[in-house]
T-cell receptor, first 112, second 112 residues
């Protein structure tokens, strides 16, 4: 079954404590991206990757890092989380950036 | 900056009513996608429209792409409680790379 798997689904952490959200896809897609979803703002792209070792900033990259060492994995790293990063995060993969995006189930992050 | 404006933001209707959701932009998109997102899940693609003026039907849902490829609409006939969810439009655009621009979404509630 084609899927994008994110972990964890829920995370509550304290300000400044580094965390990683993992994302894995099994469709051999070259393009992967991270979004955050906030009420009234829709899905905003944080970072994207067009292939292994190729990553670039999206629209709201401040405070986030990513890596793409393998095609299937695209972790999102928050080195020093702050309360304004409390949000619902989605990982997505696609054939290219403009075609159908397959989304993970989301990670609800709360930073206190 | 390319923006997609969706309206209305919220819609609460009775079962059996018809409704239309709009997605508008001043930018031209190579294609327009509609997704539905249910609570606790990631968005799932409903349809992609590619050609200006194109109309696609998916059971009781009718999707239209504007002639100039700047806007789109989703019409639901005889809405059912199972149609409840968040509807997102996304335009495929080129800005150095292919990317999806998402609207903020329309939250639909259909009451029995």
């Amino acid at each position: 079954e084609a899927q994008v798997t994110q972990n964890p689904r829920y995370l509550i952490t304290v300000t400044g404590k580094k965390l990683t959200v993992t994302c894995s896809q099994n469709m051999n897609h070259e393009y992967m991206s991270w979004y955050r979803q906030d009420p009234g703002l829709g899905l905003r792209q944080i970072y994207y990757s067009m292939n292994v070792e190729v990553t670039d900033k999206g629209d709201v990259p401040e405070g986030y890092k990513v890596s793409r060492k393998e095609k299937r994995n695209f972790p999102l790293i928050l080195e020093s989380p702050s309360p304004n990063q409390t949000s619902l995060y989605f990982c997505a993969s696609s054939f290219d950036g403009g075609t159908e995006a397959f989304f993970g189930q989301g990670t609800r992050l709360t930073v206190v | 900056t390319q923006l997609l404006e969706q309206s209305p933001q919220f819609l609460s209707i009775q079962e059996g009513e018809n409704l239309t959701v709009y997605c508008n932009s001043s930018s031209v998109f190579s294609s327009l996608q509609w997704y539905r997102q249910e609570p606790g899940e990631g968005p799932v693609l409903l349809v992609t429209v590619v050609t200006g003026g194109e109309v696609k039907k998916l059971k009781r849902l009718t999707f239209q792409f504007g002639d100039a490829r700047k806007d789109s609409s989703l019409h639901i006939t005889a809405a059912q409680p199972g149609d409840t969810g968040l509807y997102l439009c996304a335009g495929a655009a080129w800005s150095g790379y292919n990317k999806l621009i998402f609207g903020a979404g329309t939250r639909l509630a259909v009451h029995p």
